[in-house]
């Protein structure tokens, strides 16, 4: 099944511990993007990743890293994580760069910073 | 800066009873507008991709048409199955963040459908 897989569903951590979040898909797509979701203000993209060892900033990329060193693999890095990155984090790919691609998102992950 | 406003914010409807939901938006050269499903505890799904101004796509229940300022998502005789988070998205010719794929959202409209 065509999926994007993201890991952990859900995590309850403290600040400044370090964190990862894993996002793998299965259908060979060049573009995978992170998005975070707040109420009231939609989805945003923090980083995105056009292709192995290419990566660059989104909207809201403050805090976090991501790397891209295989094409299935897009992981998100909190490096010391704060109360306000407390959100549900999407991440999302689509077959190439190019603007009429969808992009298909996991099922997310609600991160609780305390 | 692109934008993209959804309307109403929640929707409550009897099944059978249609409607029509709304995404304006305001870019600098629309390449695609993207309507998305999100149903509780999932990521969003797509639905539908339109481009220039007069299309309209069609899938089951649902129409989604497209103008130069907006775009509705029209749903006919609906049921309780409907009932989830639409969402509309924007991407813009002249963005060059995001590497050309990047989707600018709304806030989605909460529907539910009920018996």
């Known amino acids: 099944e065509a999926q994007v897989t993201q890991n952990p569903r859900y995590l309850i951590t403290v600040t400044g511990k370090k964190l990862t979040v894993t996002c793998s898909q299965n259908?060979?797509?060049?573009?995978m993007s992170w998005y975070r979701q707040d109420p009231g203000l939609g989805l945003r993209q923090i980083y995105y990743?056009?292709?192995?060892?290419?990566?660059d900033k989104g909207d809201v990329p403050e805090g976090y890293k991501v790397s891209r060193k295989e094409k299935r693999n897009f992981p998100l890095i909190l490096e010391s994580p704060s109360p306000n990155q407390t959100s549900l984090y999407f991440c999302?790919?689509?077959?190439?760069?190019?603007?009429?691609?969808?992009?298909?998102f996991g099922d997310g992950t609600r991160l609780s910073i305390l | 800066e692109d934008q993209v406003t959804q309307s109403p914010e929640a929707l409550r409807l009897q099944e059978g009873e249609s409607s029509s939901l709304n995404c304006s938006y305001t870019?600098?050269?629309?390449?695609?507008l993207f309507w998305y499903r999100q149903d509780p505890g999932k990521g969003p799904e797509f639905l539908f991709t339109?481009?220039?101004a007069g299309e309209e796509k069609e899938k089951e229940r649902l129409k989604a048409t497209l103008t130069k300022k907006e775009s509705f998502l029209h749903i006919t005789a609906p049921k309780p199955e409907d009932s989830a988070t639409y969402l509309c998205a924007v991407q813009a010719r002249s963005r060059l963040t995001g590497g050309g794929n990047k989707l600018t959202f709304g806030t989605g409209t909460q529907l539910k459908v009920e018996l």
């Open positions: 990743s056009m292709n192995v060892e290419v990566t």
């Open positions: 259908m060979n797509h060049e573009y």
């Open positions: 870019v600098s050269g629309l390449r695609g």
């Open positions: 339109l481009y220039s």
């Open positions: 999302a790919s689509s077959f190439s760069r190019d603007w009429n691609q969808p992009q298909h």
